[in-house]
């Protein structure tokens, strides 16, 4: 986005007018299937859970003198490395002092904000390569739709609350749990809302369109996400970051403290980041700088807790 100028930093209406004839990238939902993980630090290994919760554990009587039996919940798996991330935001010191001029114009917190929704957005974006990418998955947990199957048909063959139940079937069959979350791309979405099979079931109710709280309803996973996030590539093209795929995974709220229980990932995070440095002023360009500074990997720590249907709309 082309810097303010001097002209328009002096008035309230234009800069205003401008944010509100401006758009903002969706809220994030990758956390969702990536919850984030405070770690001390940039490398280490992933912590892995394995299926000892669900074992039966035989001949557990204990004579007097005989060692107990033990179970160990939890083990450190595949490396992992934070990579480090920074950016600088940059004002003008002309353009600033203009804007100090009015009441209620920071080009400071601004240019903070900015450059925190660019690096959220690289890890959404991140975290959405991951999730959806088939190779990060077993043949069992995975799916790919093609033909009249993907939910975009209009001959009535597909059926996404089959694909879905097969999903949650497969992360249940490994593991014990339904999926708790499932995150969808917007033309997915666009797709659901008006899909026969979503329609048909609608018709019994008094709700008039499907929204996310209502496909979960009817898919019984207690959440539901679209992945509005957007990215542009070198060409000015806009890419959506999650596609046209279906991704469910049982994520478990604070699951990484409830050892024993297989979650499907985390985001990784170093202690007391993303980092706001103090600004400091180049008095080359004239300008004020200000810098954020982040350390972070999304990771998969269990694959079996999570299932994609890739190509679920044409």
Known sequence: MPQLSNSQ???????????????????????????????????????TFGKEDFMLYNNLQRAPGQNTKRVQFGYAGAAFALLDYSLEGQVPIETQQEAEAVPGIDLAQRTIVGVQNIMANRLEIAQAALATNAANYAASNKVTLAGTAQWSDTSGVSD?????????????????????????????????KVHPKIVGRLQYTTTAIATEEILAALFDIPTVKVGRAVYATDAGVFVDAWGKDAVMAYTPIASLASQGTPSYGYTYQLTQMPLVEEPYADRNAKSWLYPVDDAVAPVIAGAESGYVIKGAVA
């Open 9 to 47: 930093a002096r008035v309230i209406d234009p800069i205003l007018t401008e944010v509100a004839r401006g758009y903002v990238n969706s809220l994030p939902v990758g956390q969702l299937l990536f919850p984030r993980v405070p770690v001390s630090q940039r490398g280490g290994r992933i912590i």
């Open 160 to 192: 996404p609350f089959a694909d879905i139940e097969a999903g949650k079937e497969s992360i249940r069959s490994q593991t014990g749990q339904y999926p708790t979350t499932m995150v969808i791309g917007p033309k997915v979405f666009s797709r659901l």
